[in-house]
């Protein structure tokens, strides 16, 4: 049986995955809340910008298919949408602050 993917090649696979409105990964927008690996199973808790976004399902599917595509076959990827605490822009990376003009 193959290995599931660490913390670590779960967010590298996530860094794949952009916020089309925003035009940074959601790993440095810092909308992943959280990695679950488990036996069977991956789960990541993820946020948006704010409850209203429109691009809410696309993102949750193309996180779904960045975990697939590294994890076994059979593996259980759940993604949950978290709302809090809410997302502010302190989430984000310093490479995101950057890219937005947001350094002090």
């Keep these: 049986m193959t290995a599931l993917p660490d913390d670590a090649a779960i967010l590298d696979a996530l860094r794949e995955v952009e916020d089309p409105e925003a035009g940074m990964n959601i ?21 948006m910008t704010t409850a209203a976004c429109p691009m809410t399902d696309m993102i949750a599917g193309q996180v779904h298919d960045a975990v697939a595509a590294i994890a076994p076959a059979g593996t259980t990827v759940d993604v949950r949408l978290v709302w809090d605490p809410p997302w502010t822009p302190d989430r984000m990376s310093g490479i995101a602050r950057e890219h937005f003009g947001w350094t002090s």
């Excluded at 790993?27 to 946020?47: E, H, P, S, W």
């Design 27 to 47: 790993v440095d927008l810092g909308l992943v809340y959280g990695v679950d690996v488990r036996a069977d199973a991956i789960a990541i808790d993820l946020t």
